[in-house]
């Protein structure tokens, strides 16, 4: 757990640095930073996504997946979530509705780019095999650097993105060491791919504002993707 909690430390860090150093940084240099930011997200979730072994595996898990989220109403539960936070903690946001979606977007957008990716997963399960948090430790220096970014521009909801990352991450390296290494390099592999995508969707839609993309609703094909694995490689059909 020691890789996810710097990481949980240096979000928070990084959120501080980025809010309290927010009005000396101009609009045009921050707007600039996201941009780049946003770039770099849709340019690695390709990377990640190119690295799948069967190309069918990650589309039916993001169909199915969406398929549920739309049906759970994912998106809106994050929405949900976000405002509750505003109205608890930004306390200008009960009057102000701009300053209220500048919250959601802050916790939700952070919250997906920090928790996705296969360094949070492949991180996780190898602090969790081995107590190994090298990965972690590299992420935790890349996510506080674009917390400070981020907090600039999109406020204090991207410090609620810290726990987060302290549920999410906890949660995979706890499951590692309880499953040991029952987790195969396909599953993985395949689990990293569909976070890729999801990447690339909050590259265009919450960094880059390309198009407005509902990205919640595609969570749930993390789960499908485990699932789809699990019963190809259970009949032997290989990838």
Not at 27 to 50: E, P
Not at 118 to 124: F, K
Not at 192 to 204: E, F, H
Request: hydrophobic share 55%; proline share 2%.
């Amino acid at each position: 757990m020691i890789g996810t909690l710097l990481n949980f430390a240096t979000i928070l860090i990084g959120g501080l640095v980025g809010l309290l150093a927010g009005n000396k940084i101009p609009d045009r240099l921050r707007n600039t930073l996201i941009s780049g930011l946003g770039l770099f997200t849709l340019g690695y979730g390709v990377k990640v996504f190119s690295e799948t072994q069967n190309i069918l595996i990650p589309l039916g898990s993001l169909i199915v997946g969406t398929l549920i989220g739309e049906a759970l109403k994912i998106e809106e539960s994050l929405d949900g979530l976000g405002l509750k936070l505003s109205e608890r903690f930004n306390r200008s946001s009960a009057a102000d509705s701009e300053s209220s979606q500048r919250f959601i977007t802050g916790f939700v957008s952070t919250s997906l780019l920090f928790c996705i990716g296969p360094m949070a997963i492949l991180g996780s399960i190898q602090d969790g095999l081995t107590g190994n948090f090298e990965m972690l430790a590299i992420k935790a220096l890349l996510d506080g650097l674009a917390a400070v970014a981020f907090a600039s521009t999109l406020g204090v909801g991207v410090l609620f993105s810290a726990a987060m990352v302290l549920i999410y991450q906890g949660a995979i390296t706890l499951l590692a060491k309880l499953a040991g290494s029952g987790m195969s390099e396909a599953l993985i592999t395949e689990m990293t791919a569909v976070g890729g995508l999801i990447l690339m969707g909050i590259g265009l839609s919450n960094l880059l504002e390309i198009k407005k993309i509902r990205t919640g609703s595609f969570l749930p094909a993390l789960l499908v993707v485990v699932i789809l694995v699990l019963v190809l490689q259970t009949f032997g059909i290989a990838f």
